[in-house]
């Protein structure tokens, strides 16, 4: 079978221009990730040329472009930021090495500064609401239009719209990292299902999207009456599965301990899910968010979900797909966000699709799916 065609597109991160176009022939070696709700890497290995030093310069945005397995036309992976050049010798070749982060990158260059809230009071940034809406204000306020500290704004940077769809939550930051304060939110289970991605629009015009990212495509939602996406061995799209269950750094009851001196402090407690899973199975500790105001109960509750996130059992499921398997194609059955049924070991289970790794070579083609449970 052959290789899906690849074209990377360079562009100026100050004018906006395409500076130039590769074809796949052009590069030695290259591997990509897409990552739900993080940052994803790109590495490429060129021959080298003085031109290289030029065209990839701090920042230059790098379109990764993939042919479809549906209609054979070219789509973009993701978009990449230049942020490493190597130039060296191997015996009698010289090499060029591009490394670049996606465009997420732009978040975590950002900490949640109070000075940039209007509504800032008591030195926090203090909101409340549905967490895509909560998301969105921090991101205007600290990079984006709202931003009062015009060098903190990113250049062509903009928002879309919430749609107030997701989970209702507080938080009362400073000095906190965009990006953390982001994949906390989402990664909450106490949310609607939320995500977030940076996406280049045109040139270097940039857009930050907060929604759900992905479809339902699970057994369990869509059988019988739709399709579905179901990995299995016996149907000859799972190969070399893995399955883990980890329980020993498991802890599932919080005291979240609030404001207040001494025994005058609130404290509120918050019971996560397996507490029951065994007679001796509630596992507590405490988490301190002293920096919620009184009264403030969502802001605890938020902090103390996202706690008991952290400290969940861990469960982890890998497998080797080469992305082509019929009913297990990479980009036409599945993609990075997507929710699909696994069946392995007479058990079955909806895993969501985190993350995406492609090595790519002049003769092969390696896919790396990673997914966690929904």
Not at 37 to 49: E, M, N, Q, R, V
Not at 117 to 136: E, F, M, Q
Not at 311 to 335: S, V
């Amino acid at each position: 079978m052959s290789l899906p065609s690849y074209q990377l597109s360079v562009t100026d991160a100050f004018n906006g221009g395409v500076v130039t176009v590769y074809d796949g022939t052009r590069i030695d070696n290259m591997r990509f990730s897409r990552v739900l709700d993080d940052i994803g890497l790109l590495a490429i290995t060129f021959p080298y040329s003085d031109a290289l030093t030029t065209i990839f310069t701090l920042d230059s945005l790098i379109d990764v472009m993939r042919s479809s397995p549906l209609t054979g036309n070219l789509q973009t992976e993701d978009v990449y930021l230049t942020r490493l050049v190597h130039h060296f010798r191997e015996g009698d070749e010289e090499k060029f090495i591009v490394g670049a982060v996606s465009l997420n990158h732009l978040l975590a260059r950002r900490l949640i500064d109070p000075v940039d809230d209007p509504a800032a009071a008591g030195g926090y940034s203090t909101k409340t609401g549905p967490s895509d809406d909560v998301l969105i204000a921090y991101a205007r306020e600290q990079c984006g239009d709202l931003c009062a500290t015009t060098a903190r704004q990113f250049p062509n940077f903009t928002v879309a719209a919430s749609l107030s769809v997701g989970g209702a939550i507080g938080r009362r930051l400073r000095y906190d990292n965009l990006l953390q304060v982001f994949q906390d939110v989402c990664n909450q289970s106490n949310t609607a299902l939320m995500d977030f991605e940076i996406r280049r629009m045109t040139g270097n015009v940039l857009r930050l999207f907060v929604a759900p990212i992905g479809t339902d495509k699970t057994k369990t939602r869509n059988y019988p009456g739709a399709a579905f996406v179901e990995l299995n061995p016996l149907r000859g799209n799972l190969s070399d599965p893995s399955l883990l269950f980890d329980r020993k750094q498991e802890q599932n009851y919080v005291y979240a301990l609030a404001a207040g001196p001494g025994e005058s402090r609130i404290v509120t407690r918050v019971n996560g899910g397996g507490v029951g899973d065994s007679p001796f199975n509630r596992i507590e500790f405490t988490t301190d968010v002293r920096n919620a105001e009184r009264g403030a109960a969502s802001t605890v509750v938020t902090s103390a979900n996202s706690a008991l996130y952290d400290k969940q059992a861990k469960q982890e499921f890998t497998f080797k797909p080469t992305g082509t398997e019929p009913g297990g194609t990479y980009r036409l059955d599945y993609d990075l966000g997507d929710i699909v049924t696994c069946t392995f070991a007479n058990e079955s289970f909806d895993l969501r699709i985190r993350g995406v790794e492609i090595t790519l070579s002049p003769d092969n083609e390696e896919i790396e799916i990673t997914v966690a449970p929904v």
